[in-house]
C-alpha cells in the first residue's frame, strides 16, 4: 500500500518481495499513482495478482479492498502499510501552531490508517503472517518541521504495540521499519530536507544516506518467517544514526 511511483519506499518493497518469491497485491489511492504503477509493472515484468483502489481516509474503501482481495485470493499472509499525509503548511514553522483539522488529518491519514488496514486485513490473515509499517525518527525526537508528522508517527509506533499485542494470539505480527531520509514525492519540496541528508552524511555511524531497497529487504525481513519471533518492534534502517547523540 503506498505506491506513488518509482521513488516510493513501496516500490522498494515490491522489489524485494518479488525477488524473494511473493505474490503480490497492491493499492493505489490516486489514478496518477495507479498508472505510474501500471507502468512499473510492466517495465519490471512483474505481474501482480490484483490491484485494487484504496483510499485510507474512508473505512468503507478500506473494507471494500480488502474484501475484494479476500473474494479473489482467499488467505494473506502479510501487509506493507507505507502511507503518511499532513497538510503542507503544518510541517513548518512552530509545532504549538498546529490546527486542530491539521492534527487530526496527520493522526487519521498516518496512524489511524494502520488500526483500520490490520483490522480488514487480518480477517484474511487465518494463516497468521505480518504487517508491516513505515515510520520516522521524528516520532521519538524533535526534527524540525517534521512537527505534526512526528506526533502522528509515535501514535503510529504506539499502535503497532497494542496491535501486536491483539493480533499474536493469532500468530499475526505487527512492527515498524524507522528510515532514515529518502527523496520521494512525499518528501518533495518539504523545508529543511537537504541539511537532514546532509547531516546523516556526516553523522551516522555509516556515514551515507539509505535507499528505498534497503527499506525494501528490512521489510522483506519482517514479512518473512526469517523475523518470526519479532512483533511490536521499530527497525531502524537509517545507517546508525538514531544511536548518535
Ligand atoms: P510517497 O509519496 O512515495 O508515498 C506516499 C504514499 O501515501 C503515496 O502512494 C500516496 O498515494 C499515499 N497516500 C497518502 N494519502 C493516502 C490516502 N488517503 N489513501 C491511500 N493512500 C494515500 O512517499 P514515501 O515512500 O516517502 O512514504 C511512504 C511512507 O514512508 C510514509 O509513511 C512516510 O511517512 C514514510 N517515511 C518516509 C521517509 C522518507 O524520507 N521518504 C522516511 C521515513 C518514513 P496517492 O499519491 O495515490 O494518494
Ligand atoms: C523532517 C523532515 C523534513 C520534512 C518535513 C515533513 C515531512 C512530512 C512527510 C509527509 C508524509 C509529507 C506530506 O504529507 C506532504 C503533503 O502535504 C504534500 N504532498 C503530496 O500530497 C504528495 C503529492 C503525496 C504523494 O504525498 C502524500 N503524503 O501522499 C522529514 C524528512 C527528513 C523525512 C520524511 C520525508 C519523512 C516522512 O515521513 O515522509
Not at 490508517?113 to 521524528?138: D, N, P
Request: glycine share 8%.
Amino acid at each position: 500500500m503506498g505506491v506513488a511511483n518509482e521513488r516510493s519506499i513501496a516500490w522498494g518493497i515490491a522489489r524485494s518481495l518479488y525477488k524473494a518469491g511473493a505474490s503480490l497485491i497492491f493499492t493505489y489511492r490516486k489514478e496518477r499513482s495507479f498508472q505510474k504503477l501500471s507502468q512499473l509493472l510492466e517495465e519490471e515484468g512483474i505481474e501482480p495478482l490484483m490491484t485494487v483502489s484504496c483510499d485510507i481516509s474512508e473505512d468503507a474503501s478500506i473494507q471494500a479492498a480488502f474484501d475484494a482481495i479476500g473474494a479473489r485470493v482467499g488467505i494473506i499472509h502479510g501487509v506493507a502499510h507505507s502511507i503518511a499525509f499532513a497538510d503542507k503548511d503544518e510541517l513548518k514553522g512552530e509545532y504549538a501552531n498546529t490546527s486542530r483539522e491539521g492534527f487530526l488529518l496527520a493522526q487519521d491519514a498516518s496512524a489511524y490508517s494502520l488500526v483500520a488496514v490490520a483490522r480488514e486485513a487480518r480477517k484474511w490473515m487465518s494463516e497468521g503472517g505480518s504487517i508491516v509499517t513505515q515510520s520516522y525518527i521524528g516520532a521519538e525526537r524533535v526534527v524540525r518541521n517534521y512537527n505534526v508528522m512526528g506526533v502522528a508517527k509515535a501514535s503510529l509506533e504506539a499502535s503497532v504495540r497494542y496491535l501486536a499485542e491483539d493480533l499474536g494470539q493469532f500468530g499475526i505480527r505487527v512492527n515498524a521499519v524507522s528510515a532514515g531520509p529518502i527523496r520521494t514525492l512525499a518528501a518533495k519540496g518539504v523545508s529543511g530536507f537537504n541539511d537532514i541528508m546532509s547531516t546523516i552524511q556526516q553523522k551516522a555511524p555509516l556515514r551515507r544516506n539509505i535507499d528505498q531497497d534497503e527499506v525494501g529487504d528490512a521489510t522483506l525481513f519482517l514479512l518473512s518467517p526469517l523475523s518470526r519471533a519479532v512483533t511490536g518492534e521499530v527497525l531502524h534502517v537509517d545507517a546508525g544514526y538514531h544511536i548518535i547523540g
